[in-house]
Every structure is written in structure tokens, then in C-alpha cells.
């Protein structure tokens, strides 16, 4: 029988275990990841942390979960990729990096020049001839669009630092036509629609829109010639005139001495300078001036001969011997008169004079004072600019309170011409702002008063002087008259914030006698009079009583000479027997008459005791005794 070592058995059954275990654990299965950029050569970084990788880059056996993969290349700016990595799963990124400080150029030539320049299909705000600077390498998609031609396409690839320039000639769009002309003779201006083209005869003019046009035809010594002509879309438009001699023509030969003096013809400017010839003129008479600076304007007329030139004598300019030149300062200050061309010890006066709220102050020449008067003399022996110096007017505004004492004022002072003065009042204790005068007139009626400084100013803030009255009564509800006349008020009341002074005081009452005080209101008191006694005048309580006879019974009737509040009426009849008839204060007007029945007569004295108060004044009360005799 074989033995085994125990060395064998113990690696057999190792091995055993071995092949169990990784059938039990499965390996993962890796992702991958491939990374290109343009530029190659790239560090790459992934989580942060420098692979030594450079790209192209290839990362196997990848756990599934996020990644950040990092390339850093000098020059370029640092770009960051973040991905998530499934298990079994390859994945490429190809980065494009940009330039930390790209210097790229692309310079587009147009012709003809003028093209609008797009960019990506946004219009760049460019025209051509123009320069795009500091652009990063890659493609650029330009479109170059002018009116009358086809829209031109660019494409550039443009390397990293590079320059790259494209010159392009724009084709005729479709809708563009053109025309050729000629004339006879050759070497005329051509103009179209009034433009001129800066082509001459023969040429051909490119590209013209479609339609109408018309075109003017101009040669030395021949009319000026306009045609018009239609333009079709796509075709060839020929044009040839014939010009005419210009007849009748004539010319003016002109000098001056010195020359360069400017060209005048019938008041307009010629453009032309000394010497010079004016031609294609019609027969006539022309008025010319020539015009030189420091020179005095020389002015003439020159008879033009149908077909002849008129040659007019070297014309001698008189030299300005002097110039005296004025100005204000402030402009706005005022103005000046006198100056202008002078001659040599000529004798002048130049003078200042100033605006509304304007003083003259003097007369400077080269910031130096040479005159204090408005009218400045002297003799004109070099040019001169002088300067008439003017200064705001300042005006005093002044303001008192009236009377004194009876206010603060704020705002007075002095005002240049011109300026805003607010005057402000703010009266003291007892005193009430009436308004602002000046001169006796009034200006106001605000405790702030306005206005624009136009001259010196005295104004007066006039107050009156106040105080406060307390009225009473008794009884109140009186109507109070200050100097006979009705106040609209009643008493309780309180005059408050009225003129100081003597009042004389009257209360009136109905049932009551008109009562007169004299009161006095003195400055910032409050006079209180105390309470008035109103003296109650209503007149004594009388009754009228009578009876009538009624089948055997006595009817007693009895009547009041004023309003009355009647409580009862006590009654002793003849025989002794005593009677009470109890009103409870009923009120019974003046004159009206009640009845009181008695069921059988008794003759003799009957006595009566009527018991109430008045219904007026201060309702005083009554107890009036009656004796009635029954028959």
C-alpha cells in the first residue's frame, strides 16, 4: 500500500481549499477608460491625485463609482472631467483644451471693401478690411455680406499663435445688374443718381441694383449731359452719349496780389483760390469777391463775353493794418462795441456795457488792467484783444420785524443778481404774523416769502399782538358780542390768539338783561372775566281765575300771563274743606285756560294757592294765593 508524506497530504488538501474559495468568490468586473486631448501630452489626474499618466491615456481595472480626471498642460487652461463608471463598462473622452493666453489672428480683406462681417451667424459689427486678435485655436465660420453681392462663406482653422489672413472677392449677387458706357468725346466724369462714381468714359459701373437710374456725363468745355436708364437683374446695360460743345460759353481770368485770396461769384464761394480761371460761364455780369485773412475784402463786377475769356488785372489787396479784438467776460455779462479792423494811429473808442444785473468793472488786456471806464480811448498802433470784465450786481436784502421784538427773521443778507431769497418769520409768544410789506405795500401774507434778487431790498414781517379770553355765564348758552358785534359764539367759550386791546363784552339771553363788561386782552394772558350773573327779567307770575255755574256744578277755570310749570293747586272751600288738585310740573303755556270742576256749588270765598315754577329765566318759584267769591 502507497504512503503519503504529510507534506503531500497537507498540499493537496490546500489546494483543495484554494479551488473552493474562488469558486465561492467571484472577481469584479472592471470598468475602463480612455482619455485623448488636442493637444496630446497632457498630465492626467484622476481624484485629485497624478497618475504619471499623459495623454493618450488608458485606466483598466476601474471600480464602478464617480471619478474627477484632471488635465494639466503648460499653456493651456486646466480641464476637468467628472464621470461615473459602471462595472463591465469602457468609456472614451477626447478633451479639447484652451489656451491660457491665446494671441490668434485672422485678418479678412474684402473686395470691394466694406462687408459686413459675421460671425457664427451673429454680425460682429465689423466691415472689411478687419482684424480679429487674441483668438483661441479651432474653426471660425465667417460670412461676408454686402449690398448688391452674393453672401461670401469663410471657414478658418486657425493653429495656436498663428496668423491667418484671407482676401476675398465678392461675386455680383443675381439681383445686381451692371452698365457700360461710353461718350463721345471719351474721359467724361460719370456720376449716378447724383453720386459721383469716380469712373470716367469708357467703364463699366458695378454692381447697380435693378430699376431706374439716371447718370450725368461731365467733361471740361462740354454741358453736363443726364440720361436715364433701366437696370434688369443679371444684365449688361449699355449707355453711350454724345456731349455738346458748351456754346455760348465765357471765362474770367483772376490774380491777386498776394494770391491765395478766396473766390467769391454773386455772393457764393467758388472754392477756388487766386489765381484761378471761372468757367463755363453764360454771357453777363458777374459780381466777384476776393477774400484774404488780414485783408480787407475787395469786391468788384466783371462783364463775361459770350465765347471770351475776360482777363481781369492782378488785383492788389489793401492789407488790414490792425485788429482790435473785443470780448465779454462772462459772455452773458454784456456787450462790447467799437472794435474790428483799424487803421494806424486811427483814434477809437471802444465801450462796455453791461447787462441787466451786470456792473462793469474794467478793461484787461492780457489779464492786465488798462482802463476802469465802461468807455475806454486810445490810439490803434498794434493789435489789441481786449477784455470787458463784468461782475453779478450784490444787492442787500434787509428785514425787520414789526413790531420790534416780535419775531425772528432768518435769510437776509446779500444776494448776487439773480439768486433765490427766502425770507423766513417765526413769531415769539404773543404775537401774530400779519404779513410782509415793503414801502408800506404789502408782498405777502406767507411767513415765508421768495423771490429773485433784482435789486437792494427793505421788507417789514408786521405782526399783531395777542392774547386769550375766557367768557362764562350763569347761566351759560348766552351769545357773546365783542364791540356790538356777534361773535357766533356762546358762553362757555375761549378766545384764543386775538388782538390785544379793550373789548367792551355784552351777553345776551333770552328772559335774560343784556350784560356789558369792559375787558381788557393784554400780550401773550389769557384775561378770564369770571362768571357773568345774567339778570333773570322775566316779569311775576299773575293767574286769571274764574268759575262758571254748570247745572248746580262750579266749573273753576284759570289761565298764566307766561309759561309755567305748574306742580298743584291747593284748595280751601267755603265750608272749611281742603282740596288738592296735583299737576307734577305739567307745563302750561302763557294764556291758556284750564278747566277745574267741582260737583256742587258752594257759595262764599273760595281760597286758591296755585304752586310751580316759571318756565323762563332761571325758573324761579311761585306760590300765589286767590280768593274766588261763588254766588
Known sequence: MLKMSKKVILAFTLSLFLVTCVEEHVLPNFGHMFITSDPAGATVLMNGENTGKVTPAKFDELLAGDYTFTLKLESFVDTTLSIKIDEGKEYSEDIFLRETNPKGKIVLNSDPEGAQIWLDGINTGKVTPATFSNLQRGDYSFTLKLNLYEDHNITVSLNQNATVERNTKLVIAGTAGRIFVTSNPSGAAISLDGNPTGLFTPDTIQPVSAGEHTLT?????????????????????????????????????????????????????????????????????????????????TTFTVTV?????????????????????????????????????????????????????????????????????????????????????????????????????????????????????????????????????????????????????????????????????????????????????????????????????????????EDFADTSIVALVNRNETTDVGTIFMRDITPPVNVNLDYRDNSGQIIFSFSFNQDVYLDRVEIIKPDGGVLSQNYGGQLVLEGRVIDLPYPEKLVGTWQFNFIGRKAKGRQASFNIPKNLVVN
Open 305 to 509: 463775353l459770350e465765347d471770351q475769356r475776360t482777363n481781369v488785372p492782378i488785383i492788389k489787396l489793401t492789407e488790414v493794418p490792425f485788429i482790435v479784438i473785443l470780448s465779454s467776460n462772462p459772455v452773458e455779462g454784456g456787450t462790447t462795441s467799437g472794435g474790428g479792423p483799424k487803421n494806424h494811429g486811427e483814434n477809437i473808442t471802444v465801450v462796455a456795457t453791461p447787462n441787466e444785473g451786470y456792473n462793469f468793472v474794467n478793461w484787461t488786456e492780457n489779464s492786465n488792467v488798462v482802463s476802469t471806464n465802461a468807455s475806454y480811448s486810445f490810439t490803434v498802433d498794434r493789435n489789441r484783444s481786449l477784455v470787458a470784465n463784468f461782475e453779478l450786481k450784490i444787492y442787500t436784502i434787509t428785514a425787520t420785524s414789526n413790531p420790534s421784538g416780535s419775531s425772528g427773521i432768518m435769510g437776509a443778507g446779500e444776494y448776487k443778481h439773480g439768486e433765490t431769497v427766502i425770507l423766513l418769520t417765526d413769531g415769539n409768544p404773543g404775537y401774530q404774523f400779519i404779513n410782509w410789506t415793503e414801502n408800506g405795500n404789502e408782498v405777502s401774507t406767507n411767513t415765508s416769502y421768495s423771490f429773485t434778487a433784482d435789486r437792494d431790498r427793505d421788507l417789514v414781517a408786521n405782526y399783531n399782538e395777542i392774547g386769550n379770553l375766557v367768557v362764562n355765564s350763569d347761566p351759560g348758552g348766552a351769545d357773546i358780542y365783542l364791540d356790538v358785534n356777534f361773535t357766533g359764539e356762546q358762553t362757555p367759550y375761549t378766545f384764543e390768539n386775538i388782538l390785544t386791546g379793550q373789548y367792551i363784552l355784552t351777553l345776551k339771553l
Open 217 to 297: 456725363f461731365s467733361l471740361n468745355s462740354y454741358r453736363d449731359t443726364t440720361i436715364t436708364t433701366n437696370v434688369t437683374a443679371g444684365d449688361l446695360t449699355q449707355e453711350s452719349v454724345d456731349l455738346t460743345f458748351y456754346e455760348p460759353r465765357g471765362s474770367i481770368s483772376l490774380d491777386s496780389e498776394p494770391q491765395g485770396a478766396r473766390i467769391f461769384m454773386n455772393g457764393e464761394n467758388t472754392g477756388l483760390l487766386t489765381p484761378n480761371i471761372l468757367t463755363k460761364l453764360e454771357a453777363g455780369e458777374y459780381v466777384i469777391k476776393l477774400q484774404l485773412d488780414s485783408f480787407f475784402d
